[in-house]
């Protein structure tokens, strides 16, 4: 099996696409989005430092076709799925997103119905294109470096005209170890400066389910959930949160999940580890107490 990995300089997100190729028994080459030597030690590497996945599809067609690449892997991230989907149509080859297993037998996993159910299918096409979730995959120990070479072609030429970062407050939530999170309950927009106040002394990221972003609470780009952030935390605080099952799609790896909810019977008790029943006002501002305390 012929791999191609194509992903930004990260270690981290190369090393879990590593780690998958080496599930299914390649070591695979690797097209870097960016400059520099590429983490990890490859026979083919390319680069290019691009930042519109558009303009990229064509001289990817061109590696993978001359390449004879049998396998595409990429983070489900936003880049990683804008650029699998224009490859799939251009190759004529299946995509598969958000992939959360794999198997030498050339099967993988991925959640469907909204994280309801785990779907198993089979790769006997190709090329084939592999979105991977973040976090589900150890990070391959990469050594060494490897200068890479240009990658030739031109595609599309979308120019960037501008580049405007996000608004982020402290760590950013796919990489958080710890989440403080709130939901409609925290029944305001300046409730969440406790949650911030906390997430500081916690080293942990906020985020906000799609009640407290649609109230304008909390920024769109904090949503966890389906149709947000899919996050992998050790520990997940949900603070005021109900426990949709579109929330929870976005949490079905926290190894952790603590709940803070005035209803007994919210569903976020059923997913939750260790769950307070009580109005987060009087629980929030006692576990920031404490914790300084502890610091
Ligand atoms: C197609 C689709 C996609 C969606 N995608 C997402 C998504 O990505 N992420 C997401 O989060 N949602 C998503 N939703 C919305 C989802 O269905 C829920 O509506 C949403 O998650 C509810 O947000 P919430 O839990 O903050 O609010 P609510 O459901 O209103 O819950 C608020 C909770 O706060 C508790 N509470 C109130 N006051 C207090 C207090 N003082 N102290 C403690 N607890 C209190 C209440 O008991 C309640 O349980 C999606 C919906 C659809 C249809």
Known sequence: MKTLIVEVM???RIGELVTVGRIFGDTPDILALGTGDVPGTYTKAYFTDTAVGANLIDPLVDLIREGDYQLVLLSATTLGTEIAGPLGVRLGAPVLSEVIGASADMTVTRPIYGGKAVATFTISQAPAILTVRRKYFEPADLAGTTTPV???G???TITLISEEAAKSEGIP???AEVIVSGGRGMGSGENFTLLREMAAILNAAVGASRGAVDEGWAAPT????QTGNIVAPSVYLAVGISGA???LAGIANAKCVVAVNKDEDANIFKRARFGIVEDYKKVVPALIQAL???Q
């Open 10 to 12: 990260d270690t981290k």
């Open 150 to 152: 240009p990658l030739t």
């Open 154 to 156: 031109t595609g599309t």
């Open 173 to 175: 939530l796919e990489d």
């Open 222 to 225: 904090l949503q966890i959930g």
């Open 245 to 247: 099952s579109q929330h």
């Open 292 to 294: 300084k305390e502890e």
